[in-house]
């Protein structure tokens, strides 16, 4: 194991965090912070209590991932693209580095970025509403592993995109409708009997269910279903990427 | 000193590449690159260089054949083989936003070795580079990023170091200084391969010289030896009065006329016992031809560079 090059390629990217504060956690904490201004404060006081949940409160867990799905794809996408765009891949397709090693360093780091992205605005949400949660472990464990499968999501798309229209696109007009039509700011059993059986082809209900239940003990779907679907799709994200560093796909010609 | 009886620092071995565009690269290319020594690999644009580099470094992937570094399969043994292997790419192709000090202890960290700060600061300074250590590359000149790219690569201790067109668009004294620094490294008994558009270059630096041309290795040859083997030498005569044409006289002579008729040239071969000098001599006088002036000189590499690549369409 390259351990040394883990370790540089996760330094590497937990820099260029850093060094772009204000666009990698400032301005969607703003933006999740405005969404709790609004639909919580404003909108949420004249709603009614969802599954027993004040409307404020219950939009907690669906705007967390809002955030995590949409900001793991567009930051593990960006990781991969930028060295693809510039040129400087050709240093780790030289380096002595494993596919394994490099998708820990660039995945782990996108990943390690989305949890503090998630702790960050659990911590501003407790400003605007009360709550609290229900099952602590359950919930660090859907936040690192959506986290984590949607940033080993990203990288692929990073791998794929052959530009940056195509690296927005995904996120623009994949996650984000899925993440607004899977339950973020209502449950499912709000929907009319139809549009509640065709939501769940949508995976991303599985994995706000899963985690609204480990704040609020309350879910959509079972959530032992929920932490299925997101191993699942963990590991169709591994099986892609596995294929992409065999073949070389997009990567060497 | 590199032991003698070392394996080759590269082997290459039935190397062929056909491109996904049908385009075929490289045919058949056998190559052993002694340890310690600098090669250069000279070729027109297109033909072959940059791909064979870019294989032997694993960047791109080969269509048939193999290859070891160091005795090291780089597919099989890709850790090995790479970990011994730098590369300098032909293209400036740098993490814009990062500080140099940044890229290079990167550099390091990802060939697996541990950090350590006195190495690359030396490298830094070597390069001129160590009062830059933390300015944005993007803000460096194009002469200092090839400097930066010179420093990832060398960051590693590699023992094997290719250079991709290393001085191209770089001024006359940072050539030199990499001149100097290419052999700095080899008296330290890294290997080097290097492709240059500056025959010069080769001429001046390289051990041993191999010309690919439509993707395959047309020549590889000892750089003396090449010269000598391939190498011209001409003698020049400038006339005292120009003539018409060639008197019949010196007929049985490989001579040309000049243009104007004012100058004889005489081929010939420099390393044979007889040059034919003192008899053309002779009949040049015989015929009553003054001379007044004479010199000699001989093929450079351009010359035979050109002249080989010409040769094969």
Redesign the interface.
């Known amino acids: 194991m ?1 351990v ?2 883990i ?3 996760y ?2 990217e937990m ?2 965090t850093f ?1 772009t504060l204000m666009q990698s956690i400032a301005s969607p904490v703003l933006s999740t912070a405005l969404y709790f201004v609004v639909f919580g404060a404003a909108i949420g006081a004249r709603m009614g209590r969802v599954d027993g949940v004040g409307y404020g409160a219950f939009i907690v867990p669906g705007l967390i991932m809002l955030s995590i799905l949409s900001e793991s794809v567009s930051n593990a996408s960006f990781g991969i693209y930028l ?1 693809k765009w ?3 891949i ?9 596919y394994v090693e490099a998708l820990i360093g660039y995945v782990g780091a996108a990943a390690t970025k989305s949890v503090m992205l998630g702790v960050l605005i659990l911590v501003t949400a407790r400003v605007c509403v009360p709550y609290h949660i229900a099952h602590p472990a359950w919930m660090a464990l859907f936040l690192i592993l959506t986290a984590v499968t949607f940033s080993l999501f990203g990288f692929i798309i990073g791998l794929w995109a052959e530009s940056f229209e195509q690296l927005q696109i995904v996120p623009l007009m994949i996650i984000t409708p899925l993440t607004f039509l899977g339950g973020a700011f209502y449950s499912i059993s709000m929907l009319p009997p139809l549009w509640q059986k065709i939501t769940l082809f949508n995976p991303v209900v599985y994995l706000i269910s899963g985690f609204r239940w480990s704040f609020f003990g309350v879910a959509d779907v079972n959530v032992v279903t929920s932490a299925a679907a997101t191993f699942g799709f963990l590991a169709l994200c591994i099986a892609v990427v596995s294929w992409i560093f065999k073949t ?1 796909y997009k990567l ?2 | 000193m590199p032991e003698t009886n070392a394996l080759p620092a590269v082997t290459v071995r039935g190397l062929y590449k056909t ?2 565009s049908g385009l075929t690269a490289l045919k058949n290319i056998e190559l052993t690159i002694n340890r310690g020594e600098i090669f250069a690999l000279l070729g027109p644009n297109g033909a072959g260089k940059t791909t064979l580099i870019n294989i032997i ?5 080969a269509s048939a054949g193999s290859i070891e570094a160091n005795g090291h399969d780089i597919v099989r043994d ?6 011994i ?1 730098g ?1 300098v ?1 032909q ?1 400036l ?6 500080s140099v000090w ?1 890229t290079v ?11 350590n700060v006195a190495l690359c600061e030396k490298i830094l300074r070597d390069l001129s580079l160590w009062d830059r250590k933390d300015t944005k590359i993007m803000t460096l000149s194009g002469g200092m990023k090839r400097r930066v790219m010179i420093a ?1 690569a060398l960051a590693h201790e590699p023992e094997i170091l290719f250079l991709d067109e290393p001085t191209a668009g770089v001024d006359v004294e940072l050539r030199r200084e990499m001149w100097q620094l290419v052999r700095g490294l080899r008296e330290r008994g890294v290997t080097i391969i290097l492709t240059t558009h500056y025959i010069e270059e080769a001429e001046e630096m390289a051990d041993r010289i191999g010309v690919i041309n439509h993707g395959e290795l047309i020549v590889v040859e000892d750089k003396v030896r090449l010269m000598r083997k391939l190498g011209k030498r001409q003698l020049t005569l400038q006339l005292q009065s120009p003539l018409a044409q060639l008197p019949p006289g010196l007929a049985d002579y490989p001579l040309e006329l000049s243009q104007d008729g004012h100058a004889l040239v005489f081929h010939f071969d420099a390393h044979s016992r007889e040059t034919g000098i003192p008899g053309l001599l002779r009949r040049l006088s015989e015929l009553g031809l003054e001379i007044k002036d004479l010199h000699s000189q001989e093929s450079s590499l351009e010359d035979i560079f050109v002249g080989l690549v010409r040769a094969r369409p």
């Open positions: 390259n040394h090059a370790r540089a390629i330094h590497f820099a260029r060094r060295p510039s040129g400087t050709f240093e780790l397709l030289s380096a002595p580095v494993s070389g060497k010609s | 491109y996904a470094c694993g960047i791109v992937t890709y850790r090995a083989a790479r970990t292997i590369l790419p293209e192709h740098t993490d814009a936003f990062e940044a202890t990167f550099s390091r960290g990802l060939f697996g070795k541990a950090p990832k």
